[in-house]
């Protein structure tokens, strides 16, 4: 009986351990990634009748692991006998949307870490970085449907860059340790977040990532990266002694795009406001197009692949400027996307929409790109966790050049 009502307080709790003889709470402060401080400890009046039952409740537990060191702390406190060298928890800390609505209704908070299948890894994740997705599964609005589940509380975020913590019975080439990078689903079904400490991903959707690379640069090419590898190489079909015009050449797809057409031996044009011509240029732009000045549509050249990172151009605008066979790619769906791709359907040149996809493949490319220094991530900024509304508040304000790169557990020494 008393060991139903003690694992009961346990599940209430989310975490906790079985000792022998003593029933204790500990609150755990300040946790790193791997190691918590206790900083109260008290006798836990349960009602119960515990005498041979033995129990600690870990109170706030923001890290699934708790050391020795920290729970002879405990011991100090509580009088254990006995102290486990190590405690699972089954509880993370992440950031909690409860509901839709403006950015400062997010919360810090600790959430269930998310359940794991056969073929998925458990990350133990060191950095994120924001995307302009982030804010639509914030506000519920722009499509945020097709890309979060509309399930509450859920943790939010995309990017991530971490340590394999688990691997599933079934995964293959890839061990406990690996320093892996990737993004969560961009789909109706997705239930977790990477501004969190953990996240459970497909072995086969994470890349590698180099130990030369950081986290945070890892994180934030993820997304971006895919997304422009994937629009100008699958769906522009983009060769090496061709020309790509990016328009929105200084934003996360496009400052990627930049780089990547150049790696794919094509020369590149970019858009951008004056601001941030020269940043362009320092990518690799042969020529820099201020789009508060010039329409797309008034350029004197001709283009084989137009990716709008922007999406704010369209087909009929662009079609004049392609060569025969090229390629207008776009990162939303609209109804200029549909008529585009209906009147494409007559013409030489082709127009089409990419939706980024996970794939290893992919991501170890960007990863030895990185890792060689010919792409790069620009971060314009890096926030702790605990500062996620004041990084979406900057991200909402369009005021960046590149990336916002969160950083989880702590700082570097
Ligand atoms: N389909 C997919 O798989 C996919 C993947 C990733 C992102 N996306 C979507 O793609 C969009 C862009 O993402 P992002 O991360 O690159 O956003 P971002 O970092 O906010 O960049 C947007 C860029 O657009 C530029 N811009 C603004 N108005 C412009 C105009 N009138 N003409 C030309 N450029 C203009 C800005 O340049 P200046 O600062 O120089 O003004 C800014 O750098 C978002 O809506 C995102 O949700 C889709």
């Given at each position: 009986?008393a ?33 918590g ?5 008290h ?13 600690v409740?870990?109170?706030?537990v ?8 920290a ?21 993370m800390r ?14 810090i ?17 060191h950095?994120a970085?924001?995307?302009p997705?982030?804010?639509?599964v ?27 913590e688990k ?12 320093e892996v990078f ?23 959707a ?9 986290h ?8 971006v990266?895919c997304?422009?590898?994937?629009g ?34 094509a ?9 941030n011509?020269?940043?362009?240029r320092?990518?690799?732009a042969?020529r820099v ?15 084989d ?11 009929q ?34 127009c089409?929409?990419v ?10 490319q ?7 220094g ?9 926030f702790p ?8 508040s ?11 790169a ?8």
């Amino acid at each position: 009986m008393a060991d139903c009502h003690a694992e009961h307080a346990l599940r209430e709790r989310r975490s906790g351990v079985v000792f022998d003889q003593t029933v204790c709470a500990v609150r755990v402060v300040n946790l790193g990634a791997r190691h918590g401080r206790i900083e109260q400890a008290h006798q836990l009046e349960l009602p119960l009748r515990l005498e041979r039952v033995s129990v600690v409740l870990v109170e706030r537990v923001t890290s699934s692991r708790l050391d020795g060191e920290a729970l002879g702390d405990c011991a100090q406190h509580c009088h254990l006998t006995r102290i486990p060298q190590r405690i699972e928890a089954n509880c993370m800390r992440a950031v909690i949307l409860d509901r839709n609505g403006p950015i400062d209704s997010l919360r810090i908070g600790e959430m269930d870490a998310p359940s794991m299948s056969a073929d998925e890894i458990l990350v133990r994740v060191h950095a994120a970085a924001v995307n302009p997705a982030d804010l639509k599964v914030v506000s519920g609005k722009d499509g945020a449907a097709f890309i979060h589940a509309r399930k509450f509380p859920t943790a939010i975020g995309y990017d991530f860059s971490g340590v394999v913590e688990k691997v599933g019975a079934n995964v293959r080439g890839r061990t406990v340790g690996d320093e892996v990078f990737g993004f969560l689903p961009y789909s109706g079904t997705n239930k977790q977040g990477s501004f969190a400490e953990l996240v459970s991903v497909k072995a086969h959707a994470v890349g590698v990532k180099p130990g030369g690379v950081s986290h945070e640069q890892a994180a934030a090419s993820a997304t971006v990266g895919c997304t422009a590898l994937q629009g100008l190489r699958d769906k522009g079909g983009l060769r090496a002694g061709q020309r790509a015009l990016i328009n929105g050449a200084s934003g996360g797809v496009g400052s990627f795009a930049v780089q990547i057409a150049r790696q794919l031996g094509a020369e590149v044009w970019g858009t951008a406001s004056a601001a941030n011509a020269d940043f362009v240029r320092e990518l690799g732009a042969a020529r820099v197009i201020d789009y508060r000045k010039t329409p797309l549509r008034s350029l004197d050249a001709k283009l084989d692949v137009v990716l709008d990172a922007a999406v704010t151009s369209s087909f009929q605008e662009v079609r004049g400027l392609l060569n025969a066979g090229g390629a207008y790619v776009t990162l939303l769906p609209s109804t200029s996307l549909f008529v585009g791709m209906v009147s494409s359907l007559f013409s030489s040149k082709r127009c089409g929409l990419v939706m980024v996809k996970s794939r290893a493949a992919d991501l170890d490319q960007l990863g030895q790109w990185l890792a060689a220094g010919e792409v790069r991530a620009s971060i314009d900024e890096t926030f702790p966790l605990s500062e996620i509304t004041t990084a979406l508040s900057v991200q909402e304000s369009g005021s960046i050049r590149g990336k916002l790169a969160i950083r989880l557990g702590e700082p570097p020494p």
